[in-house]
């Protein structure tokens, strides 16, 4: 059954501590996206990738860094540099350009809270 | 600056009425919407879409409509049930361009039986 697995549900970090998410998905996608979800927000972008060894900065990208080594796996690392980590953090894929008909498909997100 | 606003951040509705959720945008380049329904703790999947080449499109009780000139969609869901309770995210991208989705707040709807 193919999908988009986000891995693991919950995290919790220290302060000063790098963590990072893991996202793999079997659907065959090129394009690769990680959102991040506050309460009463929508969705804020902060990386995505069109491609293998190519990413993109999205909205909100200061703070975090991603790799895009292989089609199938989009890792978001969150640095100590990010301020406000704690959040719901969606990861996405879609055909390049996620093009009509072919909408992103999400995971079911990575909860990270600040011990 | 939003470029996708859903005014609206909740809606309640009884069983059986019609539920309409409604997006508007700034961005005139944007040529493709989309709606995802969102449950607590679980991604967004995703319900309908729309080219802004066509006003409308219809799959069972979901219909989009789309008004170009007035940079506004609206999603009507008939008839409502309560297993449509769930935060509703308008989207929005420049289709051609290859670029990511750009998402509004969302609206929390409430179907009461």
């Known amino acids: 059954d193919g999908g988009i697995t986000q891995s693991p549900k919950y995290l919790f970090r220290k302060e000063g501590q790098n963590v990072t998410l893991s996202c793999e998905q079997n659907?065959?996608?090129?394009?690769m996206y990680w959102y991040r979800q506050d309460p009463g927000q929508g969705l804020r972008l902060i990386y995505y990738s069109q491609i293998v060894n190519d990413f993109q900065k999205g909205d909100i990208a200061e703070g975090y860094s991603v790799s895009r080594e292989k089609k199938e796996s989009f890792p978001l690392t969150v640095t100590s540099a990010q301020k406000n980590p704690t959040a719901f953090y969606l990861c996405?894929?879609?055909?390049?350009?996620?093009?009509?008909?072919?909408?992103?498909?999400f995971g079911d997100g990575t909860r990270l809270s600040i011990l | 600056d939003q470029q996708v606003k859903q005014n609206s951040p909740s809606l309640s509705v009884q069983e059986g009425r019609i539920s309409i959720l409604n997006c508007d945008y700034t961005n005139s380049m944007f040529d493709y919407f989309l709606w995802y329904k969102k449950y607590p703790a679980e991604g967004p999947t995703f319900l309908i879409s729309i080219s802004s080449i066509k006003d409308k499109n219809e799959d069972g009780r979901f219909t989009v409509f789309l008004n170009k000139s007035a940079k506004h969609l609206s999603l009507h869901i008939v008839p409502s049930q309560p297993g449509d309770s769930a935060v509703y995210f308008c989207?929005?991208?420049?289709?051609?361009?290859?670029?990511?989705?750009?998402f509004g707040k969302g609206t929390t709807l409430s179907v009461s039986s």
């Open positions: 659907l065959n996608h090129d394009a």
């Open positions: 989207a929005a991208t420049v289709n051609q361009a290859g670029t990511a989705l750009i």
């Open positions: 996405a894929s879609s055909v390049r350009g996620g093009g009509s008909n072919q909408p992103q498909h």
